[in-house]
C-alpha cells in the first residue's frame, strides 16, 4: 500500500501530517511562509505582565499592549494541520489579523477549508482528532480558573465593603488598592459575559455540526457503518459530488464550531488572567485594610497612653513659634531636655544639653542599674542618721572653661535616664501614677572638685521613697512643653523646658519635610564615665537636704508606647562654700557679691528712693503675691497709713541691700538669674543677722497671699 494515499485519518508514522495530498512531515519555519507544509508557531506574551488598566474585558499592561496568554500553547498544536492553503483542499490554519475582536483573540489561530479537487476529501478521523484537541485545550483552560468569577466577584465586593465598613477608605494606600481592585472586578465582569456568550455560541455550534452530520449520514449510506470506518467507505465507494457534500455539509460547520471554541478557548484564557489579577487584588486591598486599621488602632491606643502619662505630640511648628522657641532655649539659668527616647541626658543651665550616644548611654545605664541594684538588696544601715548610697557615674572636664569660675564637668544642672534603671526590677510604673515608690533616688553631688550621680537608698534615715510624676504643659507660643517643680521649704520653683522634636537614632528619619524646628542647644564640655567599682558608703543625712527629682513620660524608643524619664536636679543655688551663721543656709561667700557686713535693720526709715529700688529689685523676679502686699505696705508707711514694723523694716532693708549685691556681681537690673539669688539672699540675710524662721521678712497676711496663690485660690 502505498503510504502516500493512505488516507483513512490515521497517520502511517507519529507526527506526519496529511497537507490534503498525502500524509507528510512538517515544517517549523514562520508564520509568513506561504509553503503549504509550513507549520506556525504564534507569539504568546506572558500573563506575568503587569497590569496598567482593564479595557472592554481585557487586561492592558503600561504599554497599551493586551495581555494574552495561550494554554498550552496554540490550538491546534504545532503539526497538526497545515499553516496555509493546501494545494490539493482541505483544512489549514491562519494567524488572526492584529485588529481581531475581541481583542484577547490577537495571536491565535483560526481553522480554514479549501475545497478540494478531484478525490481529495476531509478525512472524518481528521475532524475528531482536532474536536477533541480542542475539548482538551478547553478544559485544560477551565483547570486555570482557581474557582467560580461570581464567588471572586463577590469575594472582592467584601473586601471593599470592609474598607467602607473599617472607614479606612480616606487612607491612600487602600483608597488606592480600592481603586485598582474596584478596575479588575469591572474588568472580570466584562470577561466573565464574554466567557458565557462564547460558551452559548460554542454549544450552538457545536450542535449545529453534529445535526449536520446527522443528516449526511443517512444521504451518503453510512448509517450502519461505525464511524471508525467513515474514512474507508468515503475513500472507496464515494463518488466526487458526494465528496463535495461531504465537505460542505460536514467539514464546514466543523469549522465553525472549531472557531467558536478557539473564541471559547480564548476567553477562557483571559478570564483566567484577570481572575488572577482580582484574586491579589483583592488580597493587597484587605492587606492593606488590616494594615491601616491595626496602625490607627495602635495609633489610638498610643494616643490614649501618650494622654494619661501627659505627652504631648510634637507640633508643627511656625517661624514665629521656633524663633520664640530658640529664644526660650538659650535663656539664662534655663534648664532644658530633649525628646530623646533610650538615651540619658545631661543639662548644664543655659549652655545646652549633652544626648548621650548609644553605645555610652548602654554604659551609663549599666552603671546606674548595678547600683540601684546593689543599694536595693541591703536591708538596714547601722548609723544614726545617714543612709547608704554609691556613686555611679562621673562627669570629666574635656577642657577647664578660660575666663570664668564655672568649670566645666562642675556645674552639671540635671541628669535624666530611664526610671526603670533605678527601679531595680522592683517596681512597676504605669502612666496614671502620680508618684512613685522607687528604692533608690538620685542626687548631683562634689567631692574632690568633681560632679557625680550619687544613688542613696530610700526607706532609711528620712529619705522618702516617694518621687513625684509630673506632667508637661505644653507653651502654645513657643510649642515647648514646660514642667515645674513646686517650691519646697528653702528651695524655690524650678522650671524645665522640654523640646518635643524627637532626636537621637530613633527619631524618624528625614523624609525631605522643611518645616521649622527648634533646636536645642549642644553642651560639649563634657565626658560622662561611669566610676571605676560600685562602693556603697555613707550619706550623711544633712547632705541630702538638696535632693530634688521628679518623673515625666515621654514617647518610647519603638515609638509604640511611652517610657518614665528620672530626672536628679543639682541643689540650685550651686556650689557652696560656707553656711550662714544667722541664716542656716549654704551659700558661697565668694558668690554672693562682696564680704558680709555688720548692718541693722532696726534703725531704718522708709523713704520714697528705698521704696523705688524694693520695686526696681523685685521686679525682676515674677510676679508674686507676698512681695505686693509687702510693697501696698510700705506706700501706706509713706503715706502715713500704717506704723512700719519690725517685719516692715526687714523686708526694706533686705530688698535693698540684695539689689547692691546683684548690682556688685554685674547683673543688670531687672534682669533675673537663678544662680546669683541664693547667694545674694544668704549673704543679705548674714548682714542684718536675720534667721528668717524666727525673724521672717512677710507678715502673716503676705504669706497668706501667697498660699492661696498658688493654690489658684
Known amino acids: 500500500m502505498n503510504e502516500k494515499n493512505y488516507?483513512?485519518?490515521?497517520?502511517?508514522?507519529?507526527?506526519?501530517?496529511?497537507?490534503?495530498?498525502?500524509?507528510?512531515?512538517p515544517t517549523s519555519l514562520d508564520s509568513h511562509s506561504t509553503d503549504d507544509t509550513m507549520i506556525l508557531f504564534p507569539s504568546i506574551n506572558s500573563s506575568a505582565n503587569s497590569i496598567a488598566y482593564y479595557k472592554d474585558g481585557v487586561a492592558y499592561n503600561t504599554a497599551g499592549e493586551a495581555i494574552i496568554t495561550i494554554t498550552n500553547g496554540p490550538t491546534p498544536p504545532t503539526g497538526t494541520i497545515p499553516?496555509?492553503?493546501?494545494?490539493?483542499?482541505?483544512?489549514?490554519?491562519?494567524?488572526?489579523?492584529?485588529?481581531?475582536?475581541?481583542?484577547?483573540?490577537?495571536?491565535?489561530?483560526?481553522?480554514?477549508?479549501?475545497?478540494?479537487?478531484?478525490?481529495?476529501?476531509?478525512?472524518?478521523?481528521?475532524?475528531i482528532q482536532l474536536q477533541k484537541i480542542f475539548d482538551d485545550q478547553i478544559s485544560a483552560a477551565r483547570a486555570h480558573i482557581i474557582e467560580p468569577a461570581a464567588q471572586i466577584i463577590e469575594r472582592a465586593f467584601a473586601s471593599l465593603q470592609r474598607a467602607t465598613d473599617t472607614q479606612t477608605g480616606d487612607d491612600s494606600r487602600v483608597s488606592s488598592a480600592g481603586a485598582s481592585l474596584d478596575a479588575a472586578v469591572k474588568g472580570l465582569q466584562d470577561a466573565n459575559n464574554e466567557v458565557l456568550v462564547s460558551e452559548v455560541n460554542a454549544i450552538h455550534r457545536h450542535d449545529a455540526a453534529e445535526k449536520a452530520l446527522k443528516e449526511v449520514i443517512p444521504i451518503l449510506g453510512l448509517t450502519n457503518v461505525s464511524p471508525n470506518e467513515y474514512d474507508f467507505v468515503l475513500t472507496r465507494i464515494l463518488d466526487s459530488v458526494s465528496r463535495s457534500y461531504w465537505e460542505e455539509k460536514s467539514v464546514k460547520p466543523r469549522v465553525e464550531e472549531y472557531n467558536a471554541k478557539q473564541r471559547l478557548l480564548a476567553a477562557l484564557d483571559n478570564i483566567a488572567v484577570i481572575i488572577d489579577d482580582v484574586v491579589s487584588k483583592s488580597n493587597t486591598l484587605t492587606t492593606v485594610v488590616n494594615q491601616v486599621k491595626n496602625e490607627r488602632e495602635a495609633s489610638a491606643k498610643l494616643a490614649?497612653?501618650?494622654?494619661?502619662?501627659?505627652?504631648?505630640?510634637?507640633?508643627?511648628?511656625?517661624?514665629?513659634?521656633?524663633?520664640?522657641?530658640?529664644?526660650?532655649?538659650?535663656?539664662?539659668?534655663?534648664?532644658?531636655?530633649?525628646?530623646?527616647?533610650?538615651?540619658?541626658?545631661?543639662?548644664?543651665?543655659?549652655?545646652?544639653?549633652?544626648?548621650?550616644?548609644?553605645?555610652?548611654?548602654?554604659?551609663?545605664?549599666?552603671?546606674?542599674?548595678?547600683?540601684?541594684?546593689?543599694?536595693?538588696?541591703?536591708?538596714?544601715?547601722?548609723?544614726?542618721?545617714?543612709?547608704?548610697?554609691?556613686?555611679?557615674?562621673?562627669?570629666?572636664?574635656?577642657?577647664?572653661?578660660?575666663?570664668?569660675?564655672?568649670?566645666?564637668?562642675r556645674d552639671m544642672d540635671l541628669f535624666a535616664a530611664q526610671a526603670l534603671l533605678f527601679a531595680a526590677g522592683k517596681v512597676s510604673m504605669t502612666p496614671e501614677m502620680a508618684s512613685v515608690n522607687l528604692p533608690v533616688r538620685g542626687l548631683l553631688v562634689t567631692e574632690d572638685g568633681r560632679q557625680y550621680v550619687a544613688l542613696v537608698k530610700t526607706g532609711i534615715a528620712g529619705v522618702s521613697a516617694n518621687v513625684p510624676v509630673l506632667k508637661a504643659v505644653r507653651d502654645e507660643k513657643t510649642g515647648l512643653d514646660k514642667i515645674t517643680l513646686p517650691a519646697v521649704a528653702g528651695t524655690p520653683s524650678r522650671t524645665i523646658l522640654i523640646n518635643p522634636v524627637p532626636v537621637g537614632p530613633t527619631a524618624p528619619a528625614n523624609t525631605g519635610n522643611s518645616s521649622p524646628a527648634p533646636v536645642t542647644p549642644v553642651h560639649t564640655g563634657t565626658t560622662i564615665k561611669q566610676a571605676d567599682s560600685i562602693v556603697t558608703t555613707t550619706f550623711p543625712a544633712e547632705d541630702l537636704k538638696g535632693l530634688r527629682d521628679f518623673i515625666y513620660w515621654q514617647p518610647s524608643a519603638e515609638e509604640t508606647g511611652v517610657e518614665a524619664i528620672y530626672v536628679m536636679l543639682s541643689n540650685p543655688y550651686g556650689n557652696s562654700n560656707s553656711k550662714g551663721k544667722y541664716s542656716g543656709r549654704d551659700y558661697h561667700t565668694e558668690k554672693a557679691g562682696g564680704p558680709i557686713q555688720d548692718l541693722d535693720w532696726k534703725t531704718a526709715k522708709v523713704d520714697r528712693a528705698g521704696v523705688d529700688k524694693v520695686k526696681l529689685h523685685t521686679g525682676r523676679f515674677e510676679e508674686s503675691a507676698d512681695n505686693k502686699v509687702m510693697i501696698d505696705r510700705l506706700e501706706k508707711i509713706l503715706k502715713g497709713e500704717l506704723t512700719a514694723t519690725d517685719i516692715d523694716k526687714r523686708f526694706y532693708t533686705h530688698e535693698i541691700r540684695e539689689l547692691e549685691r546683684y548690682r556688685a556681681l554685674g547683673v543688670p537690673d531687672g534682669i533675673t538669674d537663678d544662680s546669683v539669688w541664693n547667694n545674694a539672699h544668704t549673704a543679705t540675710l548674714e548682714d542684718y543677722k536675720i534667721n528668717e524662721k524666727s525673724q521672717p521678712l512677710y507678715t502673716p497676711e503676705a504669706e497668706e497671699a501667697y498660699r492661696k496663690a498658688e493654690e489658684g485660690m
Do not use: C, H
Open 7 to 25: 488516507n483513512n485519518g490515521i497517520p502511517p508514522q507519529p507526527g506526519l501530517i496529511w497537507d490534503g495530498g498525502g500524509w507528510g512531515w
Open 83 to 127: 499553516s496555509s492553503p493546501p494545494s490539493g483542499g482541505g483544512l489549514f490554519v491562519s494567524m488572526l489579523p492584529s485588529n481581531v475582536a475581541p481583542v484577547y483573540l490577537k495571536n491565535r489561530l483560526q481553522v480554514d477549508y479549501i475545497p478540494g479537487k478531484g478525490p481529495k476529501f476531509t478525512p472524518y478521523n481528521q475532524l
Open 304 to 409: 490614649a497612653l501618650m494622654a494619661a502619662a501627659g505627652v504631648n505630640p510634637t507640633p508643627v511648628y511656625t517661624q514665629e513659634m521656633v524663633k520664640s522657641a530658640q529664644a526660650s532655649l538659650v535663656a539664662a539659668g534655663g534648664m532644658v531636655l530633649n525628646r530623646a527616647p533610650g538615651m540619658l541626658q545631661l543639662t548644664v543651665a543655659a549652655e545646652g544639653v549633652l544626648t548621650t550616644a548609644s553605645e555610652l548611654a548602654g554604659t551609663v545605664a549599666g552603671a546606674l542599674w548595678r547600683g540601684a541594684a546593689e543599694l536595693s538588696r541591703i536591708a538596714t544601715v547601722s548609723t544614726l542618721g545617714a543612709t547608704v548610697g554609691t556613686l555611679v557615674i562621673g562627669f570629666w572636664p574635656k577642657e577647664v572653661g578660660l575666663g570664668s569660675d564655672q568649670i566645666l564637668g
